[in-house]
Each structure stands twice: as C-alpha cells, then as structure tokens.
C-alpha cells in the first residue's frame, strides 16, 4: 500500500473529522460553561455544530495542502472536485421544504393513508406514521433520495408534537435506514447506485430485480416493527396528518392550485437536471423568482439549513480522493461476503457514495462483488448521519427534537436493528 505525504494528512484529517461527530454532544455541553455570547461560547457552539464539522477540518486540512503543495497544487485540486451533489442538495433542500411542495406531499399520502384506515381499519396516527415511512423514502426512487429525506423529515417533523428521546432515536434511525435503501428501485436516484450504474452497465430492469424489491420489503419491515413496537408512544406524542391539515389551514391561505403545479413543475425540472450543475442552478435562480411572487403561499425559505448541510457535504467531497490509497486495495481484496460486511461498516465512516465510486476504479471486481459493495453501502447507510448524503438533511430538519443535540452513538445503536433487516434482505433474500 503506497501513499504520499498528503494522502497521509487527508486521511488522518478525515478520521479527526469522523471523531468530532461523535463529540458534538460533549461540545455543545463544554459551551454551557462561558457566559452566553462570550467568543468561547459562540466558537463552541461552532465546533457543535454537526453539519459545519467536516467543512471546518477539510478547511484546516486544505490550510497544510497549501503549505506543502502550493497554492497552485491547492487550486488545481479543487478544481478537480466534483461538487454537483452538494450544490443540487442545497437547491432541492429549499424547493421540497417550500408550503406547496409540503402540502401537495401531505395531501397525497393522507389520501392514501385514509383509503388504508377505510379498509383495514387501523389507527389513523399509526397508519399515517407508516404510510409516511414508506412512501416517503420509496419515493426517493423517482424525485431522488434527497427530496424524499427533506419532504419525508418534515412531515415527521409536523407529526411529532412531544418529545421522547428514545421514539425520536428510533423515528430517525428507521428514517435514515429506510431512505438509504428507498432509492434502489432505479438506477438514477440512489447516489452509491448511480456512482456505478453507467460504468458496469446497470440498467432499470438489473437494479429493480437485484436491489429494488428486497428494498421495498425490509422498508415494509422496518417501518411495521417500528410502529408496533411503539405504537403506545407513537399514539401519544404524534397527531394524524389530518389534524396537521387543519391546524395548518387556519392560519394559512390557501395555496391556490397553480402555484402548486408551478412549484411541482419546477421540482420536477430540478430532479430531471440533477446531474447537470448549470442546468439545475439556472432553474434554481428562476424559482427563487417564483417563490418571491408567490411569497403570501410560502414559509421562510429555509436557506440557511440548506447550505449547511451542502457545506457538510462538500467537507466530505473535499477529502474522498486522499482516502483512496486504502480503501481501493482494501476493497480488492475481500472475498463477497466480507466485502458485503466490510461495506457496512466502512459506510458508517465514509459516505457510501464516495465508498461505491472507490470500488468502482477495482477492475478486478467480480459481478457478484459488485452487487455486494453497492448492496453493503446501501444498508449501511443510516447508521451514521455521514453514511449516507441526505442524512445530513433529515438531521437538520429534525435537529430540534433532540435536546442537546443528536449523540450519534444513539444513532447508531438505535440503527442497529433496522439495518440488521436491511441486510438480511439484501444479502439472504
């Protein structure tokens, strides 16, 4: 295994960044100690700010690139990044938290939802809670994996009146989980799918019979253990999406129909350039037009929780190239299984598109290892909020909840169980 100073550095950097996420809860505690406002106060209240952690130490990191390589080596670099998913993250973050995107996407499932509660006749909070939990992230296969984790967290986010740190662990987890393996059904919307579906050929028809199916049932899984394990809770602390509707309707306009086709259409435009920077921007730039015309119908435009899960992001960017001198030969090198299991577990450190980009450059990949690298990289992506790209949007949407801010070895742990199931059904079915 060889590897040059630097990629030494952006590895080392990288594993402090992954360190500091799992010790913002410790931070944001220290920050408590200093008078309210003080410089150290507001620098710790900084450092305990998850989305800003890997933007900060890939900040640094670039700060040594520079004094050892040169501002031209630095530039050149940068220039070779590929920051398309940060940027379009942010632009679909700000459509999909939009009044009439929200209220289109409750309207629909609470059609499909009350349809489910005529037939079975099942509990209206509970059959909303699963329709949202599977629907939500399965549609993530159409409008990609971030519109669905930022439409999906925010009707959670209305749902769920009371705070319960362990119903809240589990809610997200199950979110995270269910989002990462949601978008499996096609070969475009998945970003560790869509970082491999050219370059080995994977088309609609392999990814919905290899990986679409299994998908949709350890979602179907995981969302019904949730709810019935927590149904008492779920009863208690949530109320149904009809009561949002009216709670929401009284002090509201209403939102007069083609102003919700103008906001889907340009969802839509948005989704469909989604590889294609300049192209989605410019679409971006005109609905912010939109929106201001359109300002009676709309909430506060949630700017800034975009950007920073976009900077969150593009921290990550910034150090995947120094970590392939490791990961490219240790991804070679494992039999199916273990490369499944190894998967995983990396996932839960490294983003598990940069983790299939990196397999993707071993020609000495089998088929059989291919699916196991992407299929690993898939259930293990909700066991960390760096696991998977829109991760980093649900936590900001629902950051909230959590007093003192989210631990993320809760996370993990509350992860465990919902990604055992993805797994079994990924690798066994």
């Not at 987890?173 to 579906?197: K, R």
Request: proline share 4%; charged share 10%.
């Amino acid at each position: 295994m060889t590897y040059t100073t630097i990629e030494l550095l952006g590895t080392i950097f990288f594993g402090l960044a992954v360190i500091h996420t799992f010790m913002v809860g410790r931070i944001l505690q220290w920050s408590h100690h200093f008078p309210k406002d003080s410089l150290w106060s507001n620098v710790l209240h900084l450092l305990s700010e998850i989305e800003a952690v890997f933007a900060i130490w890939a900040s640094l990191f670039m700060v040594i690139y520079i004094a050892l390589e040169g501002w031209g080596a630095a530039i050149s670099y940068q220039t070779s990044l590929n920051f398309v998913e940060p940027f379009f993250i942010f632009a679909i973050m700000v459509v999909c938290s939009t009044r009439p995107i929200l209220t289109a996407a409750r309207q629909g499932i609470l059609v499909i939802s009350t349809a489910i509660q005529k037939v079975l006749r099942t509990p209206a909070v509970l059959t909303d809670l699963f329709v949202v939990l599977v629907l939500g992230p399965l549609s993530g296969s159409f409008i990609t994996e971030p519109a669905a984790m930022t439409v999906t967290a925010f009707m959670l986010n209305s749902m769920l009146q009371k705070e319960s740190s362990k119903l809240i662990y589990a809610l997200i987890a199950v979110l995270f989980v269910n989002v990462s393996i949601g978008g499996a059904l096609t070969p475009f919307a998945a970003p560790p799918i869509l970082m491999v579906a050219h370059k080995w050929n994977w088309d609609f028809a392999f990814v919905l019979t290899h990986f679409g199916w299994k998908s949709a049932v350890a979602i179907f899984i995981n969302t019904a253990f949730l709810v019935w394990i927590f149904r008492r809770e779920l009863s208690q602390n949530c109320i149904t999406l009809r009561e949002v509707e009216t709670r929401l309707s009284g002090s509201q306009a209403q939102i007069p129909g083609p102003v919700t086709w103008v906001h889907l259409v340009f969802l839509a435009a948005i989704v469909v350039t989604g590889h294609h920077q300049n192209a989605f921007l410019g679409l971006f730039l005109l609905f912010l037009g939109v929106a201001s015309v359109t300002q009676r119908y709309q909430d506060s435009l949630r700017l800034k929780e975009s950007l920073l899960v976009s900077m969150f992001l593009g921290g990550i960017i910034q150090f995947g190239a120094f970590q392939k001198w490791w990961l490219a030969p240790l991804l070679g090198g494992m039999s199916d299984l273990l490369l499944f299991k190894g998967a995983v577990g990396l996932t839960a450190i490294t983003d598990n598109a940069a983790l299939t980009y990196l397999g993707s450059q071993v020609e000495t990949l089998s088929e059989s290892s291919k699916y196991a690298l992407v299929a690993g990289a898939i259930a293990g992506g909700g066991l960390t909020i760096i696991a998977n790209a829109p991760n980093a949007a649900g936590y900001s949407i629902l950051s909230h909840k959590f007093p003192g801010g989210i631990k993320p070895l809760n996370l993990l742990i509350a992860a465990l169980a919902p990604t055992v199931v993805a797994i079994a059904c990924l690798w066994l079915l």
